[in-house]
Antibody, heavy 119, light 107 residues
C-alpha cells in the first residue's frame, strides 16, 4: 500500500525557515516524482514544484522560486521541502503528492501539514 | 499560466439528484484535465484523469467529459458522502494549475 506520511504541524515566527518532510512507503521512491502543493485556508490549491526521487532533479513554479527548496533522501525514501523567510502569506496547509508516471496528475497524497506563521 | 474557471462556486442539491460541474480553461488543453474530490480537512482524492478516464476504486456514478476548453464532471444520483469540494487540474503546461473549486452542498 502506497503511503505518504507528513511531519506534524508547525508554528514559526516571521522571517524564520521551516523544513517539512514526507516519508513514503509501499512503492519504489526513486522511480517517481514528488510534488509539493500549497492550500491557504478556504483557498485554491497551488503547485509549488516537484522533485525526482531518482536523482533529485527539480522543477519549480516561478512563483515559489526562492521561497521553497525541494530535496530528497533516497536512503529513507523521504522528500523534504524547506520554506524560507516566512511571512503570514506562507501560513497554509502543505501537501506532498506523488505524481503518476506521466507526471500529469497526483495519484497519492500526504495528509497535509499546517504551517502557521505568527509572532 | 493556464487559468481554470470552475462554475458554479457552490451547488446546492438534494441527495439522489444528478449534477454537472463545469471547468473552463483559458486556452485549449486537449484532454489534459483531471478531477479531484476534497472533503473537509482531508487531502484531495483523484476521481477522473484525462477528462474522462475512470480511476480504480472510484464509484461509477462519477464521470467526466470534454476537450479543448470546456470540461464537465458529472455525478449520477448524488449520495451523502459526495458533499465536498471538487477541483479540476490541468497538466497541459507548467506550472500545473487548479481551478478554484465547486462546493457541493446539501440543499
Amino acid at each position: 500500500e502506497v503511503q505518504l506520511q507528513q511531519s506534524g504541524a508547525e508554528l514559526v515566527k516571521p522571517g524564520a525557515s521551516v523544513k517539512l518532510s514526507c516519508k513514503t512507503s509501499g512503492y519504489t521512491f526513486s522511480n517517481y516524482y514528488m510534488s509539493w502543493l500549497k492550500q491557504m485556508p478556504g483557498q485554491n490549491i497551488e503547485w509549488i514544484g516537484n522533485i525526482y526521487g531518482g536523482n533529485g532533479g527539480t522543477g519549480y513554479n516561478q512563483k515559489f522560486k526562492g521561497k521553497a527548496t525541494l530535496t530528497v533522501d533516497k536512503s529513507s525514501s523521504t522528500a523534504y521541502m524547506d520554506l524560507s523567510s516566512l511571512t503570514s502569506e506562507d501560513s497554509a496547509v502543505y501537501f506532498c503528492a506523488r505524481e503518476d508516471n506521466s507526471g500529469d496528475y497526483f495519484d497519492y497524497w500526504g495528509q497535509g501539514v499546517m504551517v502557521t506563521v505568527s509572532s | 499560466d493556464i487559468v481554470l474557471t470552475q462554475s458554479p462556486a457552490t451547488l446546492s442539491v438534494t441527495p439522489g439528484e444528478s449534477v454537472s460541474l463545469s471547468c473552463r480553461a483559458s486556452q485549449g488543453i486537449s484532454t489534459s484535465i483531471h478531477w479531484y474530490q476534497q472533503k473537509s480537512n482531508e487531502s484531495p482524492r483523484l476521481l477522473i484523469k484525462y477528462a474522462s478516464q475512470s480511476i480504480s476504486g472510484i464509484p461509477s456514478r462519477f464521470s467526466g467529459s470534454g476537450s479543448g476548453t470546456d470540461f464537465t464532471l458529472s455525478i449520477n444520483r448524488v449520495e451523502s458522502e459526495d458533499f465536498s469540494v471538487y477541483y479540476c487540474q490541468q497538466s497541459y503546461s507548467l506550472p500545473l494549475t487548479f481551478g478554484s473549486g465547486t462546493k457541493l452542498e446539501i440543499k
